[in-house]
């Protein structure tokens, strides 16, 4: 069956830093791989889109990588602040964006 | 644009009573989406229609589950007779057709099941 595993539950670093966070599947070839951010009590917000031929993607202080052949994705915060302190959900979908299923999630906090 | 809303925020019932969970998608998506997030499980897709017509509800855990879409306005979600283990945050999701559209969820409702 499908899986994804995003690498581990929580994640502390400090203010400034760079957070990585990873994201893993298997039995699935996705089109597109997704990011998210949620917040305690409220709906996940879409962060980043990167398509299955695509390498990277970049939007202000985010980075995303993506490797269909390690089927593999690499989520970068830049200069983390207090601020991006949540949870990270990273979602894999099929063509028409219809099929797509969640990874459990990787909680960041950022100390100052 | 006020975004998907869903109601009510938070739900407490008890063990045997009929849930009716709502959803209001933004105007123009084409989609909508049932979610359920729990711990143990993170998000599941329970189920998903298109122009207001149900195309896959495979993540349905059983029977007692249904949803309906009457208009592109207005989707629910009802579970009858509801049991503890219903217990969790509902999402409702709306997004645009096209694979590069990305889903726009409203704030959940927490449901619990005593």
């Known amino acids: 069956s499908q899986k994804i595993e995003q690498n581990s539950e929580a994640l502390n670093i400090q203010e400034g830093k760079t957070a990585t966070l990873t994201c893993n599947y298997t039995?699935?070839?996705?089109?597109?791989l997704q990011w998210y951010r949620q917040d305690p009590g409220r709906g996940p917000v879409f962060l980043l889109l990167?398509?299955?031929?695509?390498k990277e993607k970049r939007k202000e202080r985010l980075k995303v990588t993506f490797d269909t052949t390690l089927k593999q994705s690499l989520f970068h915060i830049t200069a983390s602040q207090p601020a991006d302190s949540a949870t990270y959900l990273c979602?894999?979908?099929?063509?028409?964006?219809?099929?797509?299923?969640f990874g459990k999630g990787t909680t960041l906090s950022v100390s100052s | 644009d006020a975004g998907v809303i869903q109601s009510p925020r938070h739900e407490v019932t008890e063990m045997g009573q009929e849930v009716t969970l709502r959803c209001k998608p933004i105007?123009?998506?084409?989609?909508l989406f049932w979610y359920r997030q729990t711990m143990m499980r993170g998000l599941e897709l329970l189920i998903y229609?298109?122009?207001?017509?149900?195309?896959?509800d495979s993540g349905m855990p059983e029977d007692r589950f249904s949803a309906k879409m009457p208009n592109a306005s207005f989707s629910t979600l009802k579970i009858q007779p509801s049991e503890p283990r219903d217990s969790a945050v509902y999402f409702c999701?709306?997004?645009?057709?096209?694979?590069?559209?990305?889903?726009?969820f409203g704030n959940g409702t927490r449901l619990t099941v005593t």
């Open positions: 999701a709306s997004k645009l057709a096209g694979g590069n559209s990305p889903l726009h």
């Open positions: 039995n699935y070839s996705p089109a597109y």
């Open positions: 990167i398509r299955e031929n695509e």
């Open positions: 979602a894999l979908s099929n063509q028409a964006g219809t099929a797509l299923i």
């Open positions: 105007s123009g998506h084409d989609y």
């Open positions: 229609f298109n122009n207001n017509v149900p195309i896959d």
